[in-house]
């Protein structure tokens, strides 16, 4: 093992530098339990080296993933870039390349215990989110940040602004280009990417994990999940959450259907009708119309 020191924990305006191993699970897979651990080993090896090289301070990590901090966004870049470069050429188990994705962005560390707390926390961990492993993406923040402290070569695209899924205010992205290195990746994994009308809300969900992870689990195990609560506990906001957060698994999309303002239970199908944009057919019932439509694909109904 070896034993990198802790270095002092930036505070004050830093950036957040999250990262996990795309594809993990079918790697795990693939390698077994044994190698996939050494390979673990080896790639925890190679970027704590860059982390305590460029002054990151590891606040968390579990599994794959990594959260550290850096005092500056220049300094976060030199880590991002050293660690692509090293485990681009580390001479991994044939067909089980590690493609780490990485996600940056700047903003006030509020400090908890040995880590930190707060929306850029989270606002981090979505970015990273909408890249491919190979991939670094910044946020505008991180990218102000910078100025053109780049180390040589290395240059920044702008992917343009892109909705992620705390869902509230697009983000305006950019991809670290760093030579010698993939550079061209399919569009950032946000929901701009799979059809959706979910709205566009004011807050981060922050504060409900549990019963976030409770209503993901249960939608994949049944076809149909109810919340129920007294009005105004939440129950809106904490299914559009679930729906960004998994709309990746349906390539039809998400779909809210408001049916909050009916009276007449026969205007249910006609509302998700219109709301998919299914037409009424001369001779047909628009229920019929509905469900040969919605029988062939894969997407989530979220009827509030």
Do not use: C
């Amino acid at each position: 093992m070896v034993w990198f020191p802790m270095p002092d924990r930036p505070t004050g305006r830093v950036t957040f530098f999250f990262t996990d191993i795309e594809g993990s699970t079918h790697l795990l897979q693939h390698l077994g339990d044994d190698r996939y651990a050494q390979v673990l080993a080896e790639q925890r090896q190679i970027m704590r080296a860059s982390f305590e090289a460029w002054r990151g301070y590891e606040f968390h990590t579990e599994g794959d993933a990594f959260l550290v901090a850096f005092w500056t966004a220049a300094d976060a870049i030199g880590a991002a870039t050293e660690v692509l470069r090293a485990l681009a050429v580390h001479p991994w188990p044939e067909g089980s390349p590690v493609r780490v994705r990485v996600g940056l962005h700047t903003g006030e560390a509020a400090l908890a215990g040995g880590g930190y707390i707060g929306l850029d926390v989270h606002r981090t961990n979505r970015v990273m989110s909408a890249g491919y492993g190979g991939q670094v993406l910044l946020s505008q923040a991180a990218h102000d940040d910078l100025a053109d402290d780049f180390p040589d070569g290395v240059t920044i695209r702008d992917l343009g602004e892109h909705r992620l899924k705390d869902l509230t205010h697009p983000e305006r992205l950019f991809q670290l280009v760093i030579p010698g290195l993939p550079t061209d990746f399919p569009p950032p994994k946000t929901l701009d990417v799979v059809s959706n009308n979910l709205p566009v809300l004011q807050t981060s969900f922050i504060g409900r994990e549990r019963e976030l992870e409770e209503v993901k689990q249960l939608l994949g195990r049944n076809r149909l999940v109810t919340l129920m609560g007294a009005g105004g506990a939440g129950k809106t906001r904490l299914s559009i959450q679930v729906a960004a957060d998994l709309i990746e698994q349906f390539k039809h999309g998400a779909w809210q259907v408001e049916l909050a303002p009916l009276t007449d239970p026969g205007l249910v199908a006609p509302t998700i009708a219109s709301t998919l944009g299914v037409r009424e057919v001369a001779g047909r019932v628009i229920l019929d119309s509905l469900i040969d439509y919605l029988q062939p694909k894969t997407l989530l109904l979220v009827m509030d």
